[in-house]
C-alpha cells in the first residue's frame, strides 16, 4: 500500500519550504513520492515554489477547487484514486493553512482509497517566532491542525537561538490552545524537534517520516466558513526586483491591507524568473528555473482593493488582474 503524509501547519508556518527538504530526502532513499498540493486557490503558486525537487522519483500534482469545498472534496478524492493505480510508494499532502483534518480522514477511509492506502505520518509545522496569542480563529486553526500529529517540528529557529527556550515557549502555547478547545491531548519535549533546517540529519527525516499520527478529540470552534483568514491572487504581475521589498514592507504594515502573514508567489526577471517568500517582516527572493507571474496574499481579512494599490504603483504588465 502506499502510504500517505500529511504536512499541517498554520498560514505562513513553512510547509512548503519543508516539503522540498522532506521531498528529497525520500526521493534519494529510492521512494517514489508524489506531493500532492492540496488548496483551495486558483493558482498554482505551490507548485512554481517546488517545482525544483522534481526528479526521476520525485513529481509533483495539484487539486484546484475553485472555492468551492465539495468539488475540492471531489478532486482531492478522484487523485488520489488515479495516484493509487500507480506504483508510488508515498503520497504528501500539503493542505491549506485553514484545514479541516476530519475531511482528510473521510476521504482516506472511503472506497476504493482505503484499498490502497496506509497512514503514514502527519507532521505540523511550527514557527519559532509565533506571536505567543494570535486570534481566537488562528489559535484553533493552530490547535485543531495540531492534535493528530505525530512530531512537531519547529521552523525558523536559528543556529545560535536556545532550541530548549523555543520548544518550551512553543509548547506551553499549544498546550493552552489545546486546551481551550477541550483536546485530550498534550504536547511534551519528546513531540517536537526544533532545530535550524539546514542542520537536520537523516536520523531526523526518518523520525519524522515514521511518526505516525495520533487519533485526539476536540470541540470544533468554528467551521470552514467562519474563518476570517484567505487569500487573494494578484496574477500577470510585473514588479522591477529593486522594489519588490518596498512593495511588501508597505503591505505588511498598512492596516488597510488586513493582518497579512504572507506574500509569496513568482515574478518575471530578465529573462527569467525569481521566486518570492515573505512571511513575518523576513523576505526571501531567488532565481528559480520556471515560474507564473502571480504573488499570493494571505492574512486576516485581507482587503484586495488596498493591496492593489501597492503592486500598480509598480507594476509593468498591461494584463494585471486579482481575484
Not at 286 to 303: F, K, M, R, T, Y
Request: glycine residues 6%; hydrophobic residues 35%.
Amino acid at each position: 500500500m502506499t502510504k500517505i503524509d500529511l504536512i499541517t501547519g498554520i498560514l505562513g508556518s513553512g510547509k512548503t519550504t519543508f516539503i522540498r527538504k522532506y521531498a528529497e530526502y525520500l526521493s534519494q532513499k529510492g521512494e517514489k513520492t508524489v506531493v500532492l498540493v492540496n488548496d483551495f486557490g486558483a493558482v498554482n503558486a505551490d507548485m512554481v515554489m517546488l517545482q525544483d525537487i522534481k526528479s526521476e522519483n520525485c513529481s509533483i500534482e495539484m487539486i484546484m477547487g475553485g472555492g468551492d469545498r465539495d468539488c475540492h472534496k471531489r478532486r482531492f478524492k478522484t487523485q488520489l484514486i488515479s495516484l493509487g493505480m500507480q506504483n508510488i510508494d508515498r503520497v504528501i499532502v500539503e493542505p491549506s493553512g485553514i484545514f479541516d483534518m476530519d475531511e482528510f480522514f473521510d476521504i482516506l477511509y472511503e472506497s476504493p482509497i482505503d484499498r490502497w492506502y496506509l497512514m503514514g505520518s502527519i507532521i505540523t509545522i511550527i514557527e519559532a517566532d509565533m506571536s505567543d496569542r494570535m486570534t481566537e480563529q488562528m489559535e484553533y486553526l493552530l490547535a485543531s491542525e495540531a492534535a493528530d500529529c505525530g512530531k512537531l517540528l519547529v521552523s525558523k529557529l536559528d543556529r545560535n537561538t536556545d532550541a530548549d527556550e523555543i520548544s518550551d515557549r512553543l509548547l506551553t502555547h499549544l498546550n493552552r490552545s489545546l486546551s481551550e478547545i477541550k483536546c485530550d491531548r498534550q504536547f511534551g519535549r519528546n513531540d517536537i524537534i526544533a532545530k535550524s533546517w539546514d542542520s537536520l540529519t537523516d536520523d531526523d527525516l526518518r523520525k519524522l517520516a515514521s511518526s505516525s499520527y495520533r487519533n485526539s478529540r476536540y470541540i470544533k470552534k468554528f467551521s470552514f466558513e467562519d474563518i476570517k483568514s484567505s487569500v487573494h491572487y494578484f496574477m500577470n504581475i510585473d514588479i522591477p526586483q529593486d522594489k519588490i521589498q518596498e512593495v511588501i514592507n508597505g503591505i505588511m504594515s498598512d492596516s488597510r491591507c488586513g493582518r497579512i502573514y504572507r506574500i509569496k508567489g513568482s515574478l518575471p526577471c530578465g529573462n527569467g524568473w525569481i521566486r518570492v517568500n515573505s512571511v513575518n517582516g523576513k523576505t526571501e527572493i531567488s532565481p528559480v528555473e520556471n515560474g507564473q507571474a502571480v504573488l499570493i496574499v494571505i492574512g486576516d481579512e485581507p482587503d484586495k482593493n488596498a493591496i492593489d494599490e501597492y503592486f500598480m504603483k509598480y507594476n509593468r504588465s498591461k494584463d494585471y488582474v486579482s481575484v
